[in-house]
Nanobody, 120 residues
Framework: VQLQASGGGTVQAGDSLRLACALS????????TAWFRQAPGKEREFVATISGPGSGVWYRDSMRGRLTISRDKAKNTVYLQMKDLKPEDTAIYYC??????????????WGEGTQVTVSS
């Protein structure tokens, strides 16, 4: 399985951004797709995940209300819509494929990440 994250950029506080994760290869329809992020000098942390069928979603508590994760099965793409971005959201955002969880250890396949920078 290969994952390609895109959609990052530099925005101002309060703006919105939509990230995309394109999946290719031998994709299991039952595997979840998640977003994690890593800010400079910090550990990588869970942001959101969506189950394979798309019926289950799970968000980072501190970001709930500002995130929407969705799956377009026809395009094999998972989107992460983020609104009201804050400078503390600045990080590299990674998408990953694996078991439905908030633990990065349960995700077997990872993309290279896309940079999100939020200026105040």
């Amino acid at each position: 399985v290969q994952l390609q994250a895109s959609g990052g950029g530099t925005v101002q506080a309060g703006d919105s951004l939509r990230l995309a994760c394109a999946l290719s290869g031998r994709i299991s329809t039952w595997d979840a797709t998640a977003w994690f992020r890593q800010a400079p000098g910090k550990e990588r942390e869970f942001v959101a995940t969506i189950s394979g069928p798309g019926s289950g979603v799970w968000y980072r508590d501190s970001m709930r209300g500002r995130l929407t994760i969705s799956r377009d099965k026809a395009k094999n793409t998972v989107y992460l819509q983020m609104k009201d971005l804050k400078p503390e959201d600045t990080a590299i955002y990674y998408c990953a494929q694996g078991r439905y969880s908030d633990s990065e250890s349960l995700y077997d396949f990872w993309g290279e990440g896309t940079q999100v920078t939020v200026s105040s």
